[in-house]
């Protein structure tokens, strides 16, 4: 070979030919199109592993008109769910060989509206957009030309593709759970009234102890999402003698202020009175001490689900609605003993 000179690098029809089959069913068996059989899907894959062939991106976008990027904007790289959803997304999009362009926009519309404008001129085949609450937002409409999935905090357009954590069922589950630990005498403490999730999970809470046959102890307070109040909540419990068993708390921040108090009293925690969180933090979660039996809000699948959303949209098959993914139940020792 000469001084300078390199290698071919091999193309599709390099490995159609070496493998006995048409380029069609060598892109489909590279791209593990299930019309092609498992035997042609493998003995394709191995000899292109064998000749090193690496398909040419530029020439699979002149073709399908995508660039295989997705632009996904979020409004809180900070938070507890921001980058559980993140993750979940990454994981489904490379899967699909899609690349991820992100940016954050700290809650800032204008700066959300910035950066989509730029992901745009950047040419991406669609957007996830992750909100840092659930309460509905603002809808981009169809002025983009590419399809959008509204992540965490739904579009207030019906038309438009969304997926959330079901908090209804969530406030259900918490209450559902305590009532099978034996507990009848169920106290409340709400986050910020003004949020769609304590909103959410408070009508999930009440319509479990009503299907139960019970009130709640005391009225239900709401405050802040934070330990603080979460210890003066509890105090006002203690301090106005009502009577409870066990105490639901809308996030895991307001739980462990609930326990600090309960121990400063004298009071078990779960023999006397059981906790349980929302959200499922893991700085919070594992520290408390017992560790704290809380509602994960399923980021990461939510994440995932989003993804897989706007892929089926890029492939011709948006969805439309508000999908409500289910919570999951992760029981420590705040509710149960445990050996």
Not at 167 to 176: L, T
Not at 209 to 218: Q, T
Request: aromatic letters at 4%.
């Amino acid at each position: 070979m000469e001084k300078g000179s390199r290698k071919k690098s091999a193309r599709l029809v390099d490995v159609a030919e070496r493998a006995g089959v048409s380029v069609a069913t060598a892109s489909k068996a590279l791209h593990d199109n299930p019309r092609v059989s498992a035997r042609t899907r493998n003995h394709v894959q191995r000899i292109a592993s064998e000749l090193a062939y690496t398909p040419n991106k530029l020439a699979q976008s002149l073709v399908s008109g995508l660039t295989g990027t997705v632009g996904l904007v979020t409004s809180d790289m900070q938070g507890r769910f921001s980058t559980q959803i993140l993750i979940g997304a990454e994981n489904t999009l490379e899967a699909e060989s899609f690349s991820v362009l992100l940016t954050n926009a700290r809650g800032d519309p204008s700066l959300e509206a910035l950066h989509v404008r730029k992901l745009l001129s950047l040419k991406v085949d669609g957007f996830i957009l992750m909100g840092r609450e659930t309460d509905p937002r603002a809808s981009w409409g169809s002025d983009l030309n590419v399809p959008l999935v509204y992540a965490y905090a739904p579009s207030t357009d019906p038309s438009d593709a969304s997926i959330t954590c079901d908090n209804v069922d969530a406030g259900k589950m918490a209450v559902n759970h305590l009532i099978s630990c034996g507990r009848h005498k169920i106290a409340i403490i709400g986050g910020d009234g003004t949020f769609a999730a304590s909103q959410d999970r408070t009508k999930g809470s009440m319509t479990a102890l009503k299907e139960a046959g019970l009130r709640p102890a005391g009225p239900v307070r709401f405050g802040q999402w934070d330990g603080s109040w979460g210890r003066g909540a509890t105090r006002l419990l203690l301090d106005q003698d009502v009577d409870f068993d066990a105490v639901v708390c809308q996030n895991d921040q307001i739980a462990r202020g609930c326990i600090d108090v309960l121990k400063e009293r004298g009071i078990r925690v779960p023999e006397d009175v059981a906790v349980i969180g929302h959200d499922n933090w893991s700085e919070l979660v594992d520290i408390s001490r017992p560790e704290l039996t809380s509602i994960d809000n399923n980021a990461i699948e939510i994440g995932s689900q989003a993804a897989q959303m706007l892929l089926d949209a890029v492939g011709g098959k948006p969805h439309h609605g508000i999908r409500y993914l289910p919570c999951r139940l992760i029981q420590r020792g705040s509710t149960v003993l445990l050996d």
